[in-house]
């Protein structure tokens, strides 16, 4: 499974973007997506997941209320609208799938990633 993630961009604090996330190859064997950003020298952490046939979803602390992740099936595709940003939300956000059902949103139990895309609030 090929993951593409695109929608980063430079934005002031308060502001909004939506990333997306495009699986394609064996798309039809995920079950579970999720978005992770890592900051400069910090650990990638997990910011929100969804399971794709039940549609549950997971947020960490820090965003939950400002974040929101939802998928288009059709289009294989996982969106996180991000909204009230923060100067802290700034960092790489990659895209990572895996086969089996949402477990704990942790990097660890995703095995496949996309190339992230960089969001920076000012």
């Known amino acids: 499974v090929q993951l593409v993630e695109s929608g980063g961009g430079s934005v002031q604090a308060g502001g909004s973007l939506r990333l997306s996330c495009v699986a394609s190859?064996?798309?039809?064997?995920?079950?579970?997506m999720g978005w992770f950003r890592q900051a400069p020298g910090k650990q990638r952490e997990g910011v929100a997941s969804i399971d794709i046939v039940r549609g549950t979803t997971t947020y960490a602390d820090s965003v939950r209320g400002r974040f929101t992740i939802s998928r288009d099936n059709a289009k294989n595709t996982v969106y996180l609208q991000m909204n009230s940003l923060k100067a802290e939300d700034t960092g790489m956000y990659y895209c990572a799938s895996r086969t089996e059902y949402c477990f704990i949103l942790h990097k660890a139990n995703f095995g496949n990633w996309g190339q992230g895309t960089q969001v920076t609030v000012s």
């Open positions: 190859g064996y798309a039809y064997s995920v079950n579970c």
